[in-house]
């Protein structure tokens, strides 16, 4: 499955070129790609997207390419803000972001 059966390709260029360096913001991203008003199995099904490695959770190097998982060109995030999304996601603090927590973090933003 691509991100595009899911969300708008032109939604999510706009998102992604939204963000320079050290000015992501996942709380506008999450709105600005349309993943806000997304069903909860449409928010389940992006989240199997990004966790590349299929371990049902989203780690820290996954992270760092978050942006990626939306659109190829999609840019690296820094180190600082890899962690600020991890801190933002990790509700029960192993490190790590699972489905459940991912879906809060979308309905939170």
């Given at each position: ?50 966790d ?5 959770f ?17 840019r ?18 192993d ?15």
């Open positions: 499955m691509a991100m595009t059966d899911v969300l708008s390709a032109e939604d999510i260029k706009k998102a992604v070129g939204a963000f320079s360096a050290e000015s992501f913001n996942y709380k506008k991203f999450f709105e600005m790609v349309g993943l806000k008003k997304k069903s909860p199995e449409d928010v389940k099904k992006v989240f199997h997207i990004l590349k490695d299929r371990s049902g989203i780690e820290e190097e996954e992270l760092k390419f978050v942006l990626k998982g939306f659109t190829p060109d999609g690296d995030l820094s180190d600082k803000e890899t962690k600020a999304l991890l801190a933002a996601g990790d509700k029960d603090g490190g790590k972001i699972g489905a459940d927590e991912f879906a809060t973090m979308v309905a939170e933003s």
